[in-house]
């Protein structure tokens, strides 16, 4: 039952994670909330579906082009509402972004209608194995598989390469960075980039493991995903991933012991706990407010 | 006094009155939270669930305790109030993003409560009675924004106003000052969210249903944008924001199912071309002044 659990919840997790990442690379950067974030993991999951049931591509192929895709997306939307914004205040920004939302979700509708699309059978086979006491599907299995080589390559990319240290120097200190040569406009469009390819394929999961793909999935999960990056302390890589896994299991263990009706407010009631207890979130460094 | 008033409601068209109604008790709630963000510059997410605690309060009082109206509002906008001060303690220590989360979280839990809270019907919603008052409902509405946005006035230019001024453009330097800061945060909160309780009311009262559902997350993006897109701490702002967002819909209303499309791509388009939003930054009364004077030299 425990162990059980745990996997279910481990498995919600990472795709949380997965979101959660591309808010709180793009947050660590220029400091915007993108609310246009679930929006991008919404189309995500609708190019996933739609290259599995046109194009009859397999599961890994459909998480690709929709990386691919969503890759484009996420630096377009850059480009045309957030770019001019950039030296004005921060919550034009944001609303700038929450358009782009509304813009997104409602062209989603008007394309694909109001009801929940299916996934096709063949798009996965679906499996139970049984380990120890637990079942675990061998779509549970994908979805971990999948997130955890996601965010080692992230890891690399950040770490290991150039474009990586850019990112990290930006974040760092925006302006110094600027002069030392570094590209600042071509680094917040390559993390906008990876952070929409990541939230893609976190569309694509979550649209084969709930077997549901709909115009308003990218609200709640975009939400959850960016409480999950508050969590972990918002700006810190891997603070965004234990945010999305602490989550994850905490609502299906919520679910488990009977609030399954309070589900949403699980989420959110600890996000605001261990805000009050700890205001940067768990792995957030705290910054010290000078005059 | 009411005969007169309820044959001046009722020469406007049904239609027409509707929205006017919509833009009122829009206003006020755009107000409440131009308090908050606009003059205290602590960004709420939440403001909806201070709407719906308002709403519920205020059809709860009608229906069981069948309270006159005004003394009604008065009450749910001091129960609201309550809330906020009781909720602002703890929250309002936080800084920037990190408030707004924690309001955007605190509005899911209010949500939720409300979708499994039995004396409100749970996720059925509420059927809210008609309001029995010599005085018609959109008079009231009209009245309440009126007096809202002069109250609202009011306090920009006073000493509290100045106080909330220097607490949004820099916290450390106005504690430096001697201004109060954690008190000033939460008597601004307090006052935005008394608002929101009173324009709750109204919206349950004016609607006759009200759904948990209703006061979403979206609800308060939609009350944020009018005051962004007026102009952040704007009264004038605030009411042209609130008529502009809530009659867009239905200006675009021949655009049939573009209509959200064209809505949110409006919103990208004019925060770009207009940052501090469409009157933000506007000086009204050096306007009018300056207006008076090119007039009189024109003589």
């Known amino acids: 039952m425990l162990l059980q659990q745990i996997i279910n919840g481990v498995a919600l997790g990472s795709v949380y994670a997965l979101i959660a990442l591309g808010y709180t690379m793009v947050y660590g950067i220029i400091t915007l909330i993108n609310f246009a974030h679930g929006e991008v993991f919404m189309a995500g999951a609708f190019i996933g579906l739609l290259l599995i049931s046109y194009f009859k591509v397999n599961v890994f192929v459909a998480i690709v082009g929709a990386m691919l895709v969503c890759m484009v997306l996420g630096v377009l939307i850059e480009f045309v509402a957030y770019r001019p914004l950039r030296k004005s205040s921060r919550l034009s920004a944001l609303i700038s972004a929450i358009g782009v939302s509304i813009f997104l979700s409602s062209l989603a509708l008007m394309l694909f209608g109001a009801d929940a699309k299916a996934f096709p059978d063949t798009a996965f086979p679906v499996r139970q194995l049984r380990v120890g006491s637990a079942d675990v599907s061998t779509l549970q299995l994908l979805i971990i598989g ?104 905490s609502e299906v263990f919520g679910v488990a012991i009977g609030y399954s009706s309070y589900r949403d407010a699980i989420a959110f009631s600890i996000l605001v706990l261990v805000l009050l207890i700890k205001p940067t979130g768990l792995l957030g460094q705290k910054i010290v407010k000078k005059v | 006094m009411g005969n007169v008033l309820q044959s001046l409601v009722a020469s406007i068209d049904p239609y027409l009155l509707q929205i006017l109604v919509n833009i009122g008790i829009a206003v006020v709630l755009a107000l409440g939270l131009n308090v908050i963000v606009g003059l205290t510059g602590q960004l709420s997410l939440g403001h909806a669930a201070f709407m719906s605690i308002g709403a519920f309060t205020s059809a709860l009082l009608t229906i069981k305790l069948g309270l006159p109206f005004s003394l009604n509002l008065l009450l749910t906008g001091s129960v609201t109030a309550l809330v906020a001060t009781a909720i602002g303690f703890p929250i309002l220590r936080l800084s920037g993003d990190y408030l707004a989360i924690c309001t955007l979280g605190f509005a899911e839990i209010v949500k939720v409560f409300f979708l499994n809270f039995e004396p409100t019907n749970k996720a059925l919603g509420l059927s809210v009675p008609a309001v029995r008052s010599a005085i018609p409902m959109p008079i009231y509405v009209w009245a309440l924004a009126i007096l809202a946005a002069a109250l609202v006035t009011f306090i920009g230019s006073s000493r509290f106003g100045r106080a909330l001024k220097a607490i949004r453009e820099d916290e450390i330097a106005a504690e430096a000052m001697g201004v109060d800061v954690a008190k000033y945060k939460i008597q601004a909160f307090a006052l935005g969210s008394f608002l929101a309780g009173v324009g709750g009311g109204l919206y349950a009262h004016f609607l006759g249903y009200i759904n948990p559902s209703d006061f979403g997350f979206l609800k308060s993006v939609d009350i944020l944008s009018m005051v962004v897109l007026g102009g952040l701490g704007s009264v004038p702002g605030s009411l042209l924001g609130a008529s502009l967002l809530t009659s867009a819909p239905e200006f675009l209303r021949f655009m049939s199912q573009y209509r959200m499309l064209v809505y949110g791509a409006l919103l990208v388009f004019l925060m770009v071309f207009r940052p501090m939003g469409l009157l933000g930054g506007v000086n009204f009364r050096e306007l009018v002044l300056r207006v008076l004077r090119l007039r009189r030299s024109g003589k």
Do not use: Q
Request: aromatic share 6%; hydrophobic share 60%.
């Open chain 1, 146 to 249: 999948v997130s955890a080589c996601l965010m080692v390559g992230l890891e690399f990319i950040v770490h290991k390469t150039k474009i990586g240290k850019a990112m990290r120097a930006t974040a760092e200190d925006y302006n110094t960075a600027a002069l030392m040569g570094i590209d600042v406009n071509r680094v917040i469009s390559f993390t906008f980039a990876l952070g929409s390819a990541l939230a893609a394929a976190g569309g694509v999961l979550v649209g084969v493991l709930f077997d549901a793909v709909s115009f308003n999935m990218g609200l709640m999960a975009g939400l959850k995903a960016f409480a999950a990056a508050v969590l972990g302390g918002i700006g810190s890589i891997p603070g965004a991933m234990l945010g999305g896994l602490l989550l994850g299991i």
